[in-house]
């Protein structure tokens, strides 16, 4: 056994709790993404192995299954780190993302492992992705490519704004200044472009281990920037978000006559017995009584809390339901906007009916997809279908009430993802902008068709359609078929 697998040993981290550090006592999330090959597991081996996060058996594994691989220093295949969780990957489908834990004596970090593109989209979608940032890797030999662009894109509307951009291999270029510069300065301005202001451009050689946890400087003295780690040393956490208390019910107990709570996880705010709450959607009004988690009885609940919620009174609740704090609630609607990202060859078709899951809520919507935005100029163009990979904006119509807090007032509760009825597949991740003012539910995207008919035959259907869905809000309208197209193309350039 080797030094430093005695050395990794004795600060080893374990696999399922971050470690506690010194400083600050909350961890940074970070995320990597870069265009395949571009280094991202040599990165996540090297940041664990730099930091002696590595467990003895998983050290003494690699240097095995390293042998006549080991790079020009004799160091080991770092990727091959990250190689278990491929296997768990293939042998399960719930394994989305993995967190891998490291940490400095001056923090504790947590990274989100996710390999290939799709899992990782799907995961920054379904709000996996709390992180506090993201680090972009680059091909100092290839430079700026358009995954890069929409990795950048997907993390900023996930409200990612401290990016690392790691100019990695760039001792595959000599060291070469002048295109590490020019890397640098065509990502700033494509960054500002997103409103992204705090860059930090890092050229790295994740393989070799410079500028990574150790300096560089020996091969790059003209570089006097920070490391990845010192960065992500100073970097910040997330405040909590603005919304007030959100839990999604997920189960609804019942072990006796005398007892009835509710099962989920607090997804924002906090709560304490004696709040009064509102179920939605049906607007019933209660008061805490009990909160209570597998062991103990609570005197105060807080958002990442699974808790079971008992109220003071009986009132009808269901999985799905959402139990919020009175005075600062989520929106409710049939109508929203959204921003997504398609994540299967199929696409997102303009009109279809999907499953929306947002939490433990799960129901019918029809999308319509309104634009999409061009990589390369940062433009929204506006289209009918969204392709696999493409970042749109879409309107969001549906049968039933549903309930949403902006994504960037609440992660959780303004996120969700689209499944596809006929095949089961996940085919977008999204993220929720407001709540649609004008016409309700599904109007808004019929009203080209509905209007159409004449216009007594409109109302009958819609007026069905109101009965039928309880679409309090929906608004019965005549019209021309001019006024229609008007306010169509009003809708449609309102993006
Ligand atoms: N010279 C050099 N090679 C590197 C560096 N970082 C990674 N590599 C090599 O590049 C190849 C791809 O690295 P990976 O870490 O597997 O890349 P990845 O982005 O995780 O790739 P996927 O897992 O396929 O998405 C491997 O052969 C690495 O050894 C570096 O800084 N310098």
Same mark, same amino acid.
């Given at each position: 056994m080797t030094a430093a697998v005695t050395a990794a040993h004795a600060l080893a981290v374990p696999a399922a709790e971050p470690a506690t550090a010194t400083r600050d006592s909350r961890p940074l999330r970070l995320i990597t993404c870069g265009s395949v090959d571009d280094g991202k597991s040599t990165l996540i081996g090297r940041l664990l192995w730099d930091t002696k996060a590595v467990k003895e058996d998983q050290a003494a594994t690699l240097q095995r299954d390293s042998t006549g691989k080991q790079n020009d220093l004799g160091l080991p295949d770092f990727a091959l780190l990250l190689d278990g969780l491929q296997a768990e990957r293939e042998q399960g489908i719930t394994i989305d993302v993995a967190y891998r834990y490291f940490s400095t004596d001056k923090r504790s970090f947590i990274v989100a492992d996710t390999p290939g593109h799709e899992q990782y989209t799907r995961n920054m979608a379904t709000g996996a992705s709390t992180a506090d940032l993201a680090v972009l890797l680059v091909d100092a030999r290839a430079g700026i490519l358009e995954q890069t662009r929409r990795h950048a894109t997907i993390a900023s509307l996930l409200g990612i704004k401290q990016f690392v951009l790691a100019i990695n291999k760039i001792d595959l270029t000599n060291y070469d200044r002048a295109g590490f510069e020019k890397i640098t300065h065509e990502f700033r301005e494509f960054a500002l472009s997103l409103g992204v202001k705090q860059i930090t451009a890092i050229p790295m050689s994740a393989l070799k281990g410079e500028n990574v946890v150790y300096s560089g400087e020996a091969s790059m003295p @003209?570089?006097?920037?920070?490391?990845?780690? =010192? &960065?992500? =040393?100073?970097? &910040?956490? %997330?405040?909590?978000? $603005? &919304?007030?208390? %959100?839990?999604s019910v997920q189960r609804v107990s019942r072990p006796g006559e005398s007892f009835r709570g509710y099962q989920g996880t607090v997804a924002g705010g906090s709560v304490k017995p004696g709040d009064s709450v509102m179920i939605l959607p049906s607007g019933m009004v209660a008061n805490v009584s009990k909160i209570v988690t597998f062991d103990l009885v609570r005197n105060a609940a807080v958002a990442g809390d699974a808790i079971t919620l008992v109220l003071d009174r009986q009132v009808d609740v269901a999985r799905g339901d959402m139990i919020v704090s009175i005075d600062s609630q989520p929106q409710v609607g049939l109508s929203f906007d959204a921003q997504i990202v398609a994540?299967?060859?199929?696409? #997102? =078709?303009? !009109?279809?009916?999907? @499953?929306?899951k947002s939490g433990s809520r799960r129901q019918r919507v029809q999308v319509q997809p309104l634009a999409q935005l061009e990589l390369k100029t940062g433009a929204w163009a506006p289209v009918d279908t969204l392709y696999m990979n493409a970042i749109g904006k879409v309107r969001l119509a549906f049968d039933e009430q549903a309930i949403f807090d902006p994504y960037e007032q609440n992660r959780a509760t303004g996120s969700f993802i689209l499944i596809d009825p006929d095949t089961n597949n996940t085919v977008a991740g999204g993220m929720v902008s407001g709540k649609r003012?004008?016409?309700?539910? #599904?109007?808004? !995207?019929? $009203?080209r068709v509905i209007l159409s008919l004449p216009a007594d035959l409109a109302d009958q259907i819609m007026a069905s359609e109101l009965f039928a869905n309880r679409r309090h809000e929906a608004e019965v %309208? %005549?019209? &021309?078929? $001019?006024e229609a197209a008007d306010l169509w193309s009003n809708a449609a350039s309102d993006i």
């Open positions: @003209w570089y006097a920037g920070p490391t990845l780690v =010192e &960065t992500l =040393e100073l970097a &910040t956490v %997330r405040s909590s978000q $603005a &919304t007030g208390f %959100r839990f994540l299967q060859p199929e696409g #997102i =078709e303009a !009109g279809k009916r999907y @499953w929306l003012s004008e016409l309700g539910g #599904i109007h808004g !995207g019929d $009203a %309208r %005549r019209m &021309t078929a $001019a």
